[in-house]
């Protein structure tokens, strides 16, 4: 077990470099950001123009609903942006030349199975949230749970969507859970490692945020406010191609046998032997 959280540890460390040779992927995270962005606004002014601001507190169905609306959005959106990710990232591992356009228009092209898994998201995550307002027993603790559960089962399910493009839910699901058990260790260790590694200059965002409210008047609120936000928005950017670059690796890996990318500096006994 030991072996395979420090090559985790390897693995983040060498997605890094991969991400240096192609910085460009960073734009992706960010249309995924303004994307999401705008579609709340579109949502709130909706819901303003509609009066719902009232039925939201006192209609389950209408909270549900919205609810519903809102992750079906930030799923499919997400899914869409990280596929695009995903689709550079195995082009250079392959040592051929991408562009951020090409990994939109790649994405474009699962656009029905990504619409299906950003719908498949959003049902789930309402259920719970329905489940733990309704159901005896399943508090927030519960819900937290089966969250993850979920979460580790769609794992690698962008590769999946992006390389095998089955067109059926149920395989890509299999497929996604098929390797995360073969990768399980890699795979939390090298998320975790993106997090720690990241963490100091989300702090510094956060510090400079509290320092800017609580703190600062005139222009050094202002440019504190701002800078602090940038960090954020960075941290959230860097973790998000670092972490589909690393899965675009381990997911051809646990199916190809093929180290690519991150994981090709690695000795070939260290990954997905027997410990």
Not at 109 to 137: C, F, Q
Not at 149 to 178: H, Y
Not at 222 to 228: E, K, Q, R, S
Request: proline share 3%; with cysteine; aromatic share 10%.
């Amino acid at each position: 077990m030991t072996g395979r959280f420090r090559d985790g540890v390897a693995v983040t460390n060498a997605s890094l470099d991969v991400f240096r040779k192609r910085p460009r992927l960073a734009v992706l995270p960010l249309l995924s950001l303004a994307a999401v962005g705008s579609a709340y606004a579109v949502l709130a002014v909706a819901i303003l123009r509609y009066e719902l601001v009232g039925a939201l507190f006192t209609s389950s169905l209408v909270r549900y609903g919205v609810l519903f609306v809102a992750l079906a959005v930030s799923s499919g959106v997400g899914i869409f942006f990280n596929a695009a990710v995903v689709h550079c990232a195995t082009r250079q591992f392959a040592g051929e030349e991408t562009s951020v356009s090409e990994g939109v228009a790649a994405a474009w092209e699962a656009r029905t199975a990504i619409v299906k898994w950003g719908l498949v998201s959003a049902t789930i995550g309402t259920v719970l949230y329905i489940a733990e307002d309704n159901v005896p027993g399943v508090g927030t603790l519960t819900r937290s749970v089966l969250d993850l559960g979920w979460a580790l089962l769609t794992f690698f399910i962008v590769p999946v969507i992006v390389t095998d493009r089955t067109g059926s839910l149920r395989s890509d699901l299999r497929k996604s859970g098929d390797a995360f058990s073969r990768t399980w260790g890699e795979s939390l260790t090298a998320t975790i490692g993106i997090g720690l590694a990241l963490l100091p200059v989300s702090l510094l965002g956060v510090c400079l945020l509290v320092f800017a409210y609580l703190f600062a008047t005139g222009p050094t609120a202002f440019v504190a406010g701002v800078l602090g936000g940038l960090l954020l928005v960075a941290t959230i950017v860097v973790t998000q191609v670092l972490g589909m670059i690393i899965r675009a690796a381990l997911y051809q890996y646990a199916v190809t046998g093929d180290p690519v990318g991150p994981l090709a500096d690695l000795e070939p006994g260290q990954l997905f032997d027997e410990r």
